[in-house]
């Protein structure tokens, strides 16, 4: 463990602790998809190098992409930076209210698709937002193979959404 480690650590411990609504440890691994263990050992330095895990986590806890490496390398928050600031809550610009592991999800994704399925003919029947998203910098495969999964589970929302048994929709796309 070395002075950059330990450095970065506190600071990520400290924006997590800063955040409204309050973040656990716990919760923030979820979000995370990493044990509580690996939170601790990152907020404690107890790590050799910045790697995705800990730009991920920073990228959670609403640091710009790089703040990592510079408190690392010897940086330190000047007042008023974003690291040193209290993280942005959870909800968006847009002032739309989403649980963190949505808004997470999006912030680091890459957006491919979206749709809006209606869940019935009326406006008050309510409808369905889906957000297709694909980890950044994938490859053409990657995509394909994700768009592929992807048409499948629309057509079993729509067929969901019409009461009509999702078999039904494959022959009709047949």
């Given amino acids: 463990m070395d002075e950059g480690t330990k450095r970065l650590g506190a600071q990520l411990q400290a924006s997590r602790e800063a955040r409204r609504p309050r973040l656990t440890q716990p919760e923030?691994?979820?979000?995370?998809?990493?044990?509580?263990?690996?939170?601790?050992?990152?907020?404690?330095?107890?790590?050799?190098?910045?790697?995705?895990?800990?730009?991920?986590?920073?990228?959670?806890?609403?640091?710009?992409?790089?703040?990592?490496?510079e408190i690392y390398a010897g940086g330190t928050p000047a007042a008023g930076s974003e690291a040193d600031e209290e993280p942005p809550p959870s909800v968006p610009s847009s002032g739309l209210p989403l649980p963190p592991a949505v808004e997470y999800e999006l912030r680091t994704g890459e957006t491919l698709?979206?749709?809006?399925?209606?869940?019935?003919?009326?406006?008050?029947?309510?409808?369905?937002?889906?957000?297709?998203?694909?980890?950044?910098?994938?490859?053409?495969?990657?995509?394909?193979?994700?768009?592929?999964?992807?048409?499948?589970?629309?057509?079993?929302?729509?067929?969901?959404?019409?009461?009509?048994?999702?078999?039904?929709?494959?022959?009709a796309d047949s």
């Fill in 113 to 171: 698709e979206s749709a809006v399925i209606n869940l019935g003919p009326d406006e008050d029947d309510g409808h369905v937002i889906v957000v297709l998203q694909g980890r950044k910098g994938a490859t053409p495969e990657e995509i394909a193979r994700i768009a592929a999964r992807y048409r499948k589970a629309r057509r079993y929302l729509q067929g969901l959404a019409a009461d009509v048994p999702p078999e039904a929709d494959e022959v």
């Fill in 28 to 69: 923030a691994a979820d979000l995370l998809g990493a044990s509580r263990t690996t939170v601790q050992n990152i907020e404690a330095g107890k790590f050799t190098k910045v790697n995705r895990t800990v730009r991920d986590y920073a990228a959670l806890l609403g640091w710009p992409d790089g703040r990592a490496e």
